[in-house]
């Protein structure tokens, strides 16, 4: 059995008053009260351990009345050093509640085989769409945007810039995650500039490979990428054959209309018109999706 702390080593008077007036105060104090009763630890470690429990006193003084992640004061973001027992007092550092709501919010992105989600976006549902405040035309994209996302359907969604095309798109990605599916979302032109950069080690062909094959995916802001006859044919070309192939539902967003995007793709950087390779992807697309519309303000800056 452990004994006082203030016993192992030889005390002045002084030190062993101090230590039992700290003793009296760590008995009355709420906090501590709490993480014995919280944390089943025995009464006697009130005299074994004092100093020891005032130093968690102090590291754990941020959190208390903390209202949220925002305003977390440790030095960890949302870790605080917890003492537990087990036979022994011992020292941990643990997630605090909000830190553990937000990864249990987030737990899904282990089924992400390749993201470019914006951590803002990992949380995004269809369930925290306020639509009270939604104007009827958003609710109607939205109601067709759930059902085509629950029947494994896919999505061209085009429209104006901040419009809410990729949180759409964000809710039913998170959604298939959250079901325990593989998923894939990319931004398209972050994706074409990370493809060039592998294009001389070959990796890029295990990145293609995981957008193939993933169960669901979304291909994001499609049309703001410079063409290359190499991104257009032998990337999204061959992504778009397999998808289709395997009948995987995949969706699109973009500023562009689908005449807009035949455009886009009939020409490469060098200028060349290549209207039938064009219309190859287009073909693949439209064989796919169902094409919507959304317009409307800009709310990207719509809290949520």
Not at 17 to 33: C, H, S, V, Y
Not at 104 to 112: L, P, R, S, W
Request: hydrophobic residues 35%; contains cysteine.
């Amino acid at each position: 059995m452990e004994k006082p702390s203030f016993n192992q080593i030889s005390q002045t008077e002084k030190q062993k008053q101090d230590t039992e007036k700290l003793i009296g105060q760590l008995r009355d104090n709420p906090a501590i009260q709490y993480l014995f009763r919280r944390n089943e630890i025995p009464e006697r470690y009130l005299e074994i351990s004092p100093w020891r429990l005032r130093q968690w006193l102090i590291d754990f003084k941020p959190c208390q009345g903390c209202k949220g992640m925002e305003f977390c004061g440790q030095k960890t973001k949302g870790y605080f050093t917890n003492l537990t027992y087990d036979g022994m007092l011992k020292t941990e550092i643990t997630p605090c509640r909000f830190m553990k709501a937000k990864l249990k919010a987030e737990a899904h992105k282990e089924m992400y085989l390749v993201s470019d989600l914006p951590d803002r976006l990992l949380t995004a549902s269809f369930r925290n769409i306020r639509t009270a405040e939604e104007e009827e035309d958003y609710l109607l994209v939205l109601h067709t945007a759930m059902q085509l996302s629950n029947d494994y359907h896919g999505l061209y969604l085009h429209g104006t810039m901040g419009s809410g095309k990729t949180y759409l798109a964000a809710c039913a990605c998170n959604e298939h995650a959250r079901n325990g599916e593989k998923v894939a979302f990319i931004h398209y032109p972050s994706f074409c500039q990370r493809m060039a950069s592998m294009m001389t080690s070959g990796e890029y062909r295990d990145e293609i490979r995981r957008m193939q094959y993933a169960e669901f995916a979304v291909i994001d802001d499609i049309g703001a990428e410079s063409v290359t006859e190499w991104n257009r044919d032998s990337i999204l070309l061959p992504i778009l054959n397999a998808r289709y192939e395997k009948g995987l539902a995949t969706w699109f967003t973009s500023n562009c209309d689908i005449a807009s995007l035949r455009i886009h793709y009939s020409f490469s950087n060098r200028g060349k018109q290549e209207e039938l390779k064009a219309a190859r992807i287009i073909e693949r697309i439209e064989s796919m999706c169902e094409v919507v519309a959304l317009t409307g303000e800009d709310r990207r800056f719509k809290n949520r």
